[in-house]
């Protein structure tokens, strides 16, 4: 059993800056593959940045690409999300992922809002 606990989410300006955390319990985070994803008002979740057991790929949506940074330390078992240049698109509650096992959990999520 994996679970995963957001933070870092809050209400920034349009071009400002957030970093998001998600906290991994049990020993199985640098066997896991780790993701965000989010999920806007009346939409779909959508995903948003991937990274592989190692660290060494990572995976962006287009719409995040260049502005995104997704990284982990596997010693603290966190996941993090670099989020900078933010638009108000970028608004959403953003949930962390973890592929384990052939299971796939989620934290609870955490809210984003940019204002224009």
């Known amino acids: 059993q994996v679970q995963l606990v957001e933070s870092g989410g809050g209400l920034v300006q349009a071009g400002g800056s957030l970093r998001l955390s998600c906290a991994a319990s049990?020993?199985?985070?640098?066997?896991?593959?780790m993701g965000w994803f989010r999920q806007a008002p009346g939409k779909e979740r959508e995903f948003v940045a991937a990274?592989?057991?190692?660290?060494?790929?990572?995976y962006y949506a287009d719409s995040v690409k260049g502005r995104f940074t997704i990284s982990r330390d596997n010693a603290k078992s966190t996941v993090y999300l670099q989020m900078n240049s933010l638009k108000p698109e970028d608004t959403a509650v953003y949930y962390c992922?973890?592929?384990?096992?052939?299971?796939?959990?989620w934290g609870q999520g955490t809210q984003v809002t940019v204002s224009s």
């Open positions: 990274i592989r057991r190692s660290g060494g790929n990572t």
């Open positions: 992922n973890a592929i384990y096992g052939g299971s796939t959990y």
């Open positions: 049990g020993r199985t985070f640098a066997s896991s593959a």
